[in-house]
């Protein structure tokens, strides 16, 4: 009897161990398959759309995983933090909105410089941060004859663009004389540059040096 | 029905055809050139599987496609090892999913074949060929045919900057360098993660087999030596294929200095674009790679047959990292460690 029992409880182990490998064997197929589908999908010139997911699909959870590249257990707490993400962001990107309606609507009432000869032009950004300066300064490199400094003042930073064709200027030094002024201090290279200083200073800072600009180097302020 | 392709055996008599179809092909690599396939070779002995490609009884070369038969507990795996490319050379015009069949074909009962690709290459018809995928991380690729100062500006991100400033005021300069510089900076690095290592012969090799195409620099702060970088370039494409650095030296950013100053030697030279190689997006070196711009494109691993999809998954690795870094003695021991690496591969 104990033999008879053994030989049962082997052949039973080794049909859950069978069973076992070719679920397994089946779910690396269908995984491994969906992804190179989805390759040759976007070499094809579609974009790497991320695979539906099917709730009843068992592999959906792992699917899900993958696409968010972390371990099953650590879906939960990725998915949050998303959403948490999401949330913050469209709440930035309301302020965004209305911010950007106000400049738009103050640039209509600004007199636009003249492309044509040099100019010194200051942008001030009450509730932007250094990304915002940068994004602005870095649009401004494509102004051959302008100076722009930016000044971010959620975060007290500012950044510089020289245009090429303004030989006699260098972005690092009309951004340290702003940040000095600002009581904070900048680096970069000739054609762009950001530093910081004191946040209720640096549209002072700014201005003052836009008009030693003017006054000095000939620029159209 | 009989393969429209059949694979011809790479011997030591075909380098020259390997080298004139690989240096004809715009999407070669390092990674597929004859140089780096010898370095392996004469490093860890596996078995060569390198194949050239060509229509069913004709003779002119469609494909090249490198790999290496690689023992397993499983069966062989014939991988491109230790690299971010293995993916086939596929002429122009040719089919590329009835080469890929046609490789399919010749992996034996136990084996598998892995081929690395990544998005950029444009390569499509794994799928209809039958190969499984596993992702296995991003390569970032920086466009170099500008001025390093355009870079520097328009393309390293502001922490990026920031960290180049404060290595630029600690002092920090880079020199060229020599393998023998770097190995005890990369054994180092590898010891504190507990990462088997490379056999130096292996640098060596690759700096004899690629010549003026392998390049040490290194990062050096009052005279000590705190940080290197390997790069391999070929065919206009510069690879940062190993970078180390001295942890007590970190607060002075020596790598990014180094990256800095392969980016800057790209831009003065006929390099048209730097690979800063495979990292896993929201890892460290992934954020660290990406504070210099550029492209990130997709890596993938494709496997035939695709049950077999597993042998390319790196997730083994990552979850062993923190169980690897308390046994690092014995991994990174001179006699186990390079012996781990051949079994390892990757």
Same mark, same amino acid.
């Given at each position: 009897?104990?033999?008879?029992?053994?030989?049962?409880?082997?052949?039973?182990?080794?049909?859950?161990?069978?069973?076992?490998?070719?679920?397994?064997?089946?779910?690396?197929?269908?995984?491994?398959?969906?992804?190179?589908?989805?390759?040759?999908?976007?070499?094809?010139?579609?974009?790497?759309?991320?695979?539906?997911?099917?709730?009843?699909?068992?592999?959906?959870?792992?699917?899900?995983?993958?696409?968010?590249?972390?371990?099953?257990?650590?879906?939960?707490?990725?998915?949050?933090?998303?959403?948490?993400?999401?949330?913050?962001?469209?709440?930035?990107?309301?302020?965004?909105?209305?911010?950007?309606?106000?400049?738009?609507?103050?640039?209509?009432?600004?007199?636009?410089?003249?492309?044509?000869?040099?100019?010194?032009?200051?942008?001030?950004?009450?509730?932007?941060?250094?990304?915002?300066?940068?994004?602005?300064?870095?649009?401004?490199?494509?102004?051959?004859?302008?100076?722009?400094?930016?000044?971010?003042?959620?975060?007290?930073?500012?950044?510089?663009?020289?245009?090429?064709?303004?030989?006699?200027?260098?972005?690092?030094?009309?951004?340290?004389?702003?940040?000095?002024?600002?009581?904070?201090?900048?680096?970069?290279?000739?054609?762009?540059?950001?530093?910081?200083?004191?946040?209720?200073?640096?549209?002072?800072?700014?201005?003052?040096?836009?008009?030693?600009?003017?006054?000095?180097?000939?620029?159209?302020? | 029905?009989?393969?429209?392709?059949?694979?011809?055996?790479?011997?030591?008599?075909?380098?020259?055809?390997?080298?004139?179809?690989?240096?004809?092909?715009?999407?070669?690599?390092?990674?597929?050139?004859?140089?780096?396939?010898?370095?392996?070779?004469?490093?860890?002995?596996?078995?060569?599987?390198?194949?050239?490609?060509?229509?069913?009884?004709?003779?002119?070369?469609?494909?090249?496609?490198?790999?290496?038969?690689?023992?397993?507990?499983?069966?062989?795996?014939?991988?491109?090892?230790?690299?971010?490319?293995?993916?086939? @050379?596929? +002429?122009?015009?040719? #089919?590329?999913?009835? !080469? %890929?069949? =046609?490789?399919?074909?010749?992996?034996?009962?136990? /084996?598998?074949?892995?081929?690395?690709?990544?998005?950029?290459?444009?390569?499509?018809?794994?799928?209809?060929?039958?190969?499984?995928?596993?992702?296995?991380?991003?390569?970032?690729?920086?466009?170099?045919?500008?001025?390093?100062?355009?870079?520097?500006?328009?393309?390293?991100?502001?922490?990026?900057?920031?960290?180049?400033?404060?290595?630029?005021?600690?002092?920090?300069?880079?020199?060229?360098?020599?393998?023998?510089?770097?190995?005890?900076?990369?054994?180092?690095?590898?010891?504190?993660?507990?990462?088997?290592?490379?056999?130096?012969?292996?640098?060596?090799? @690759?700096? +004899?087999?690629?010549? #003026?195409?392998?390049? !040490? %620099?290194? =990062?050096?702060?009052?005279?000590?030596?705190?940080? /290197?970088?390997?790069?391999?370039?070929?065919?206009?494409?510069?690879?940062?294929?190993?970078?180390?650095?001295?942890?007590?030296?970190?607060?002075?950013?020596?790598?990014?200095?180094?990256?800095?100053?392969?980016?800057?030697?790209?831009?003065?030279?006929?390099?048209?674009?730097?690979?800063?190689?495979?990292?896993?997006?929201?890892?460290?070196?992934?954020?660290?790679?990406?504070?210099?711009?550029?492209?990130?494109?997709?890596?993938?691993?494709?496997?035939?047959?695709?049950?077999?999809?597993?042998?390319?998954?790196?997730?083994?690795?990552?979850?062993?990292?923190?169980?690897?870094?308390?046994?690092?003695?014995?991994?990174?021991?001179?006699?186990?460690?390079?012996?781990?690496?051949?079994?390892?591969?990757?």
């Amino acid at each position: 009897m104990p033999r008879n029992r053994l030989t049962e409880l082997a052949l039973a182990l080794a049909l859950v161990a069978v069973v076992w490998y070719y679920r397994r064997r089946e779910k690396t197929v269908r995984e491994s398959l969906i992804l190179s589908q989805q390759w040759d999908g976007a070499a094809a010139g579609d974009a790497h759309e991320p695979a539906a997911v099917d709730s009843s699909n068992p592999s959906a959870l792992t699917d899900l995983a993958t696409l968010l590249d972390a371990q099953p257990g650590e879906v939960p707490e990725r998915v949050e933090a998303l959403d948490a993400k999401v949330r913050t962001l469209s709440t930035d990107l309301e302020k965004a909105r209305t911010s950007w309606a106000g400049r738009w609507w103050s640039a209509l009432n600004a007199p636009a410089p003249d492309l044509d000869e040099r100019h010194v032009t200051v942008v001030d950004l009450e509730d932007g941060t250094l990304d915002d300066a940068e994004a602005i300064a870095k649009r401004a490199l494509d102004d051959p004859l302008g100076v722009t400094i930016v000044t971010a003042r959620a975060d007290g930073t500012l950044a510089v663009a020289v245009g090429s064709d303004v030989e006699d200027q260098r972005a690092d030094e009309i951004a340290r004389e702003v940040a000095a002024e600002a009581g904070g201090g900048a680096g970069g290279g000739p054609e762009f540059a950001t530093g910081g200083g004191e946040s209720e200073q640096l549209v002072a800072a700014a201005e003052s040096v836009r008009d030693r600009l003017a006054a000095e180097a000939g620029f159209a302020a | 029905m009989p393969s429209e392709y059949e694979l011809r055996p790479v011997t030591r008599a075909d380098a020259d055809d390997w080298r004139g179809f690989v240096a004809d092909h715009p999407a070669a690599t390092v990674f597929h050139s004859w140089g780096w396939l010898t370095a392996v070779d004469s490093s860890f002995r596996y078995d060569p599987a390198h194949f050239l490609v060509t229509e069913t009884g004709g003779s002119e070369v469609v494909a090249a496609v490198p790999g290496f038969s690689v023992r397993g507990l499983g069966g062989p795996t014939v991988v491109n090892p230790f690299c971010e490319y293995g993916f086939p @050379l596929v +002429a122009d015009g040719v #089919d590329t999913a009835g !080469v %890929l069949r =046609a490789l399919a074909a010749d992996v034996g009962p136990l /084996g598998a074949r892995v081929l690395k690709d990544a998005g950029w290459t444009g390569l499509a018809g794994y799928n209809a060929a039958g190969y499984g995928a596993v992702r296995t991380g991003e390569v970032i690729r920086l466009d170099t045919t500008r001025a390093f100062d355009e870079v520097r500006e328009r393309s390293v991100s502001a922490e990026g900057r920031r960290c180049l400033r404060t290595a630029s005021e600690a002092g920090l300069t880079v020199r060229p360098g020599t393998v023998d510089e770097y190995y005890p900076l990369y054994l180092e690095t590898m010891q504190r993660l507990g990462s088997p290592q490379f056999p130096e012969s292996f640098f060596l090799d @690759l700096a +004899a087999e690629l010549g #003026d195409d392998c390049t !040490v %620099l290194c =990062a050096e702060r009052t005279g000590e030596t705190v940080g /290197g970088v390997l790069l391999l370039d070929f065919g206009g494409v510069r690879m940062v294929w190993s970078n180390a650095s001295l942890q007590s030296a970190w607060e002075h950013r020596p790598n990014h200095r180094l990256y800095a100053a392969a980016i800057e030697d790209a831009c003065l030279g006929d390099i048209d674009t730097v690979d800063f190689g495979r990292s896993r997006p929201g890892t460290g070196v992934h954020d660290f790679k990406r504070q210099f711009g550029g492209e990130s494109s997709p890596l993938s691993s494709f496997v035939t047959p695709p049950h077999r999809s597993g042998r390319a998954s790196l997730e083994g690795y990552g979850a062993a990292a923190s169980v690897a870094e308390r046994f690092s003695p014995v991994l990174t021991s001179p006699v186990v460690g390079p012996r781990l690496k051949r079994f390892i591969h990757e």
